[in-house]
């Protein structure tokens, strides 16, 4: 990718941020494309040129929003980290991969269009699950997971722990060390124990 075509990209990457925000605040139907174009900072054409229209601008919006998160996640829960490293990265990531995204602001787009609605369910019922799956198969062997908890459990759980630490009054630095207290709640359960430290 040249200079020009990554000064393009983030253009449209702008268009497409403010467009998301302004659905999920107004609606779909009450944002026009001036408004969109007066948030992104961008001449009401170039929206145009690159999507074609508002309907347009909507299911290339989301359907980028679903390919960059679902890359982004598969990039960190495939690799070599060790299981708690991994679950650190799980657990404070926006919209988290446990959380998968969350489209329920946007439910009338993948009403309107098929190709989205059916990409999405893709996410959902496949490739948001075998991800997870993966993740938590992770744990399992690295002795963090307990082998008799179900993924569904497991998934849970960290679902849990996820919603609570992402709270914005949780990511204040004045709690740090409870957050480092959840972490570790969250790992090794009441007991306290770590894996290394369990006898078989």
Sequence with gaps: MNGYERRTELKKDKIR???????????????SINEIAQKAG??????YNYFGSKEGLMKDAVINLLEKGWKARKEIWETDLPFPE??????FMKNSFIDNINLEALRTLLDIDMEIKKL????????????????IEKGRREGYIRKDISTEAATIYLKMYQNVIQQSEMMKNSNRDLLKELYDLMLYGLAGHPADDRTE
């Design 120 to 135: 999405a369910d893709d996410f959902y019922k496949n490739r948001y699950p075998y991800i997870v799956g993966k993740f």
């Design 17 to 31: 941020a403010a467009a998301l925000e302004l659905f999920c605040s107004y609606g779909t139907d009450k944002t």
């Design 42 to 47: 961008v001449a009401p054409a170039s929206i």
């Design 86 to 91: 991994l679950m650190k990265h799980a657990i």
